[in-house]
């Protein structure tokens, strides 16, 4: 394993464990500005919509496991195709009841 490939390998750790921690700031800065997502059913986003999208989720748990199924290093580029399986838990909303009136 090349030093670079052990790096990357290694910001997905941290990606995995900032975002298990809820540490959203963490994975943002962990990303390119000019990085894109590719999921199934939807079209390709980036960093913006990304972020977005995970402070709509709140403070969901999250668990999850990451398995990269590919890696290749280009000179001073690189790309990954790797399959994230995670498991989020809404927290139920508590409200108060108003009182009764009569």
Do not use: C
């Amino acid at each position: 394993m090349t030093a670079d490939e052990r790096a990357i390998r290694e910001l997905v750790a941290t990606w995995m464990a900032a975002s298990r921690a809820g540490d959203l700031d963490t994975v943002l800065g962990l990303m390119t500005e000019d990085v894109v997502f590719m999921v199934p059913g939807r079209e390709p986003f980036g960093k913006e919509a990304f972020a977005d999208e995970s402070r709509g989720m709140g403070e969901a748990p999250l668990e999850g496991t990451s398995d990269i199924r590919e890696l290749r290093i280009l000179g001073d580029w690189a790309f990954m195709r790797n399959h994230i399986e995670i498991s989020l838990t809404r927290r139920a909303e508590t409200r108060s009841a108003a009182p009764a009136t009569r």
